[in-house]
Structures are given as structure tokens and as C-alpha cells.
């Protein structure tokens, strides 16, 4: 399994970003797997922050719902997460993995952003 995440960067509050992953090496075609988004901030654990399902439901968790989206193009086997009104608290290295209901244990290198004013 490989993941390379992207799309990362410096931002202020209220700035938005979009990240992107490409996904390869899965036994099945991406649109088999529910996929999350995750994200470590400094010296905190790695937390679940949205996934899409494989029928394309999508969950949050609060602290992002209404400000980040998740969307996926299974033919080119990216998964995206759209972040808009970031806040400092977003600051945080995120990756994305194929998501089964508990922590992946194998990651990217995942893309960092930093949200400043």
C-alpha cells in the first residue's frame, strides 16, 4: 500500500486549502474501501477527522463539519479533503488511509499544514 498525500502549506485563519492523496498497491479497486482522513497535530495522537464510505457517505467530526469536505475519484484513485474557514487549531500533519473502523497502522509521510496568523 502506498499513499502519497499533498496539497499542504502555511495558511491564515480563514484561508483555504484542499489535500489531496493518491492511493496505490490496494488488492481491490479504491471504490471498495471507505477512506479516511486523519491528522496529528503536535504533540497530540492521531486523530480520525472524515471519511467517505464506499457508497460515497461522508462523516465528520465536529470540530471540521461545515468547514472540510471529503470527496474521492475512484478512477484515478485519489481521495481529496477540501478545508475551508481554517482555524489554527487545523494546524496539524494529515494523512489519508483506507479506513476498516480502527487505526491504521501503516502511513504516508502525510502533508503538513500550518494555520498562523
Known amino acids: 500500500l502506498q499513499l502519497v498525500e499533498s496539497g499542504g502549506g502555511l495558511a491564515q485563519p480563514g484561508d483555504s486549502l484542499r489535500l489531496s492523496c493518491v492511493v496505490s498497491g490496494l488488492a481491490l479497486n479504491l471504490d471498495y474501501y471507505s477512506i479516511g482522513w486523519f491528522r496529528q497535530a503536535p504533540g497530540k495522537e492521531r486523530e480520525l477527522v472524515a471519511t467517505?464510505?464506499?457508497?460515497?457517505?461522508?462523516d465528520y467530526i465536529p470540530a471540521v463539519e461545515g468547514r472540510f469536505t471529503i470527496s474521492r475519484d475512484n478512477a484515478e484513485n485519489k481521495i481529496f479533503l477540501q478545508m475551508n474557514s481554517l482555524q489554527p487549531e487545523d494546524t496539524a500533519v494529515y494523512y489519508c488511509n483506507p479506513y476498516r473502523g480502527t487505526m491504521p497502522t501503516s502511513w504516508g509521510q502525510g502533508t503538513q499544514v500550518s494555520v498562523t496568523a
Open positions: 467517505i464510505a464506499r457508497g460515497g457517505a461522508k
